[in-house]
T-cell receptor
Framework: AQSVTQPDIHITVSEGASLELRCNYSYGATPYLFWYVQSPGQGLQLLLKYFSGDTLVQGIKGFEAEFKRSQSSFNLRKPSVHWSDAAEYFCAVGAPGGSYIPTFGRGTSLIVHP | EAGVAQSPRYKIIEKRQSVAFWCNPISGHATLYWYQQILGQGPKLLIQFQNNGVVDDSQLPKDRFSAERLKGVDSTLKIQPAKLEDSAVYLC?????????????FGPGTRLTVL
């Protein structure tokens, strides 16, 4: 079975600074990988996903993530954080084929200081 | 395009009471999911429907939880009787179909507090 680890519960950055949120997965082959964002009181929104091909994936809101097979990682990055990026971020892994059920990590809470 | 609708947004009940949540997916989406999100954790899948059939309910506590999607459109999740540990946000999501590349769209969730 697949699993996801997000080692950072909270991350604090200053507005305008760069951001990297860590995600490590466990799966026997190349999984489907996702990053979601959840703002307070709202449902999850997909930021980006990786299924195959180019290991650097561009998403919405200026986010990108890089799949590194050797490190079993799929870290999320943004070069310059805006105050509106403060939210909960979830990494998820899914098994290719079949019913596509992502397993979510526990989430990382991003705090942005002015 | 209207998103996934859920109601109520908040519910407070006493333990051993019953509660029901409603979800209306995006029009045309065949697949519907119910997730439980406990505070400080990621969402956990409870049940997945394809049209009005159950695809996966392996993590649904069937002694107290039930769900239906009778006409293949909207869905109801019920808890009877509720326990303290059921306090969570219940998220509904939908997607066009099952196969991997379909994006899930999430509703705003129902926050349940069991006292």
């Amino acid at each position: 079975a697949q699993s996801v680890t997000q080692p950072d519960i909270h991350i604090t950055v200053s507005e305008g600074a760069s951001l990297e949120l860590r995600c490590n997965y466990s799966y026997g082959a190349t999984p489907y990988l996702f990053w979601y964002v959840q703002s307070p009181g709202q449902g999850l929104q997909l930021l980006l996903k990786y299924f195959s091909g180019d290991t650097l994936v561009q998403g919405i809101k200026g986010f990108e993530a890089e799949f590194k097979r050797s490190q079993s990682s799929f870290n999320l990055r943004k070069p310059s954080v805006h105050w509106s990026d403060a939210a909960e971020y979830f990494c998820a892994v899914g098994a290719p084929g079949g019913s596509y059920i992502p397993t979510f990590g526990r989430g990382t809470s991003l705090i942005v200081h002015p | 395009e209207a998103g996934v609708a859920q109601s109520p947004r908040y519910k407070i009940i006493e333990k051993r009471q019953s509660v029901a949540f409603w979800c209306n997916p995006i029009s045309g989406h065949a697949t519907l999911y119910w997730y439980q999100q406990i505070l400080g954790q990621g969402p956990k899948l409870l049940i997945q429907f394809q049209n009005n059939g159950v695809v996966d309910d392996s993590q649904l506590p069937k002694d107290r939880f039930s769900a239906e999607r009778l006409k293949g459109v909207d869905s109801t999740l019920k808890i009877q009787p509720a326990k303290l540990e059921d306090s969570a946000v219940y998220l509904c999501a939908s997607s066009l179909g099952l196969i991997g590349s379909n994006e899930q769209f999430f509703g705003p969730g129902t926050r349940l507090t069991v006292l």
